[in-house]
Structures are given as C-alpha cells and as structure tokens.
C-alpha cells in the first residue's frame, strides 16, 4: 500500500489544520491508520490510530482533547485535524497503515506499523 500524506503548510498559533491521507490500496478497511509527527531535533512522535471502520480511535496524552482522526473508507482517506495549533505543533507529520493484527488493543500500545507514507511539513508560527 502506498500513503500519501497532504495539507502540511505553515499556520498561525491557534488555527485548525487538517491532514489526509490518501491510501493507494484495493482494499483500505483491511488497514488501520495512524498519525505520527517529528518536530526539530526531536524523536518522531505517535499522535494517534484509528481502527479499521472507525469506530475506535487512540490518542497520545499530548495532543488529546484538540484532536481529531477520521477516515473515510469510501475515499481510501484518513484525516488528522489538530485545533489551537502551537508552535510546538512544528514538524512533519506522517501517516501510516497496517494490516497484519486483528487486535486493536496491540495497536494503541504497539505503534507497529508496516506501511509509512513520505510526510508532509506543517509549520506554526505565531
């Protein structure tokens, strides 16, 4: 499976962002989809997962509360929506995907993903 991830740019302190990404795959609700972002000088972070339809979703503690993933199955899409952007919010996000658990429980503590998509840079400016 290929992952694009899009809608990176730059931002002011405190706007929304939301970003897709788009799934080149035949079969999309096989996979789970997770947010990950790597600001300057730091380790690359886990935002959040969701499951297969949806209808659960993990958040890391750092980013809970102004945050939001989505997808929609119908477009191979998933979507990550931060609101009251900070200037630490500064980095490359990625997503990624991943199909070879049917537990996701394993995936909220595991992080184990097997497809990465190329980033995309989101910079918050104030």
């Known amino acids: 499976v290929q992952l694009q991830a899009s809608g990176g740019g730059y931002v002011q302190v405190g706007d929304s962002l939301r970003l897709a990404c788009k799934a080149s795959v035949r079969t999309f609700t096989e996979y789970v989809v997770s947010w990950f972002r790597q600001s300057p000088g730091k380790e690359r972070e886990f935002i959040g997962i969701i499951s297969w339809s949806g209808s659960s979703k993990y958040y890391a503690d750092s980013v809970k509360g102004r945050t939001t993933i989505s997808r929609d199955n119908t477009k191979n899409t998933a979507y990550l929506q931060i609101n009251a952007m900070k200037p630490e919010d500064t980095g490359v996000y990625y997503c990624?995907?991943?199909?070879?658990?049917?537990?996701?429980?394993?995936?909220?503590?595991?992080?184990?993903?097997?497809?990465w998509g190329k980033g995309t840079l989101v910079t918050v400016s104030s």
């Open positions: 990624a995907a991943d199909s070879r658990h049917s537990n996701f429980e394993y995936y909220s503590k595991n992080y184990d993903m097997g497809h």
